[in-house]
C-alpha cells in the first residue's frame, strides 16, 4: 500500500510549515516529523483514525500538536486529502456532508 497526498492536502501542509517557520524553523521541523509519523502509522494501521459524517474519510490526529490529518483508504492506496489545524471551523473539512 502507498499513501498519496493531493494537492490540497500539500498546500495545507506547505501553509502549516511556512507559518510555524516563521517563528521557529526548529519548531517547523518537529512538526513536520510529527506528522509523517502519523502518516506512516497509517501503513500499518489504516483504520486507526476516527470515521467521519462521510463513510469514505477518516480523521487522525497529530498529538501533541493540534493537526487533523483527513484520509482516505483505497484498494491500493491511503489518499491524504487534508491536514488542518484542529481550532479551525469544522464545516469546511473534509468528511462534512456539507463540505465541498
Known amino acids: 500500500m502507498n499513501i ?3 494537492l490540497p492536502a ?3 501542509l506547505d501553509s502549516i510549515l511556512t507559518h510555524i517557520a516563521e517563528a521557529s524553523p526548529y ?3 518537529r512538526v513536520h516529523k510529527r506528522i509523517q509519523d502519523v502518516i506512516g502509522l497509517l501503513l500499518a494501521y489504516p483504520e486507526i483514525g476516527l470515521r467521519t459524517d462521510d463513510p469514505d474519510i477518516r480523521r487522525l490526529t497529530t498529538t501533541p ?3 487533523l490529518v483527513f484520509y482516505e483508504i483505497g484498494s491500493q492506496e491511503i489518499i ?3 491536514i488542518r489545524h ?3 471551523d469544522p464545516g469546511g473539512m ?3 456532508r456539507d463540505s465541498v
Open 4 to 6: 498519496r497526498y493531493t
Open 10 to 12: 500539500l498546500a495545507d
Open 27 to 29: 519548531g517547523a521541523a
Open 65 to 67: 500538536y493540534p493537526f
Open 80 to 82: 491524504i486529502h487534508a
Open 86 to 88: 484542529g481550532a479551525r
Open 94 to 96: 473534509p468528511g462534512k
